[in-house]
């Protein structure tokens, strides 16, 4: 098991940027694929972008493609989700989530079931 801490959410503008990290602890951090999910208030958790162990392959739902960048540093123990050009629709609060998963083009990635340790969120909000 890994214990997962998000930082860097905020109250932002259209436009702006923003850096989330996650900070792991417990568990061999490098043994885990990461991965971001958001949820807008009302809505389901909706996957937001995924990344392997070794940091070689990166996922991204359509709506991030082009503005958000997942990274890692296994050894700082931390994944990051770098956000470009918000938009009031990124409004959500953001969790980071870790998994002992194979990740290779597909949809199972996308169920947040697949994940078994998660943060407790970051919000960010992007005003207009």
């Known amino acids: 098991q890994v214990q997962l801490v998000e930082s860097g959410g905020g109250l932002v503008q259209v436009g702006d940027s923003l850096r989330l990290s996650c900070a792991a602890s417990?568990?061999?951090?490098?043994?885990?694929?990461m991965a971001w999910f958001r949820q807008a208030s009302g809505e389901e958790r909706e996957f937001v972008s995924a990344?392997?162990?070794?940091?070689?392959?990166?996922f991204y739902t359509d709506s991030v493609k082009g503005r958000f960048t997942i990274s890692r540093d296994n050894a700082k123990n931390k994944a990051y989700l770098q956000m470009e050009s918000l938009k009031p629709e990124d409004t959500a609060i953001y969790y980071c989530?870790?998994?002992?998963?194979?990740?290779?083009?597909?949809?199972?990635?996308?169920?947040?079931?697949?994940?078994?340790?998660w943060g407790q969120g970051t919000q960010v909000t992007v005003s207009s």
């Open positions: 989530a870790a998994a002992d998963l194979v990740l290779y083009p597909g949809t199972h990635y996308r169920n947040p079931y697949k994940w078994t340790d």
């Open positions: 990344i392997t162990w070794r940091g070689n392959a990166a």
């Open positions: 417990g568990r061999a951090f490098s043994d885990y694929a």
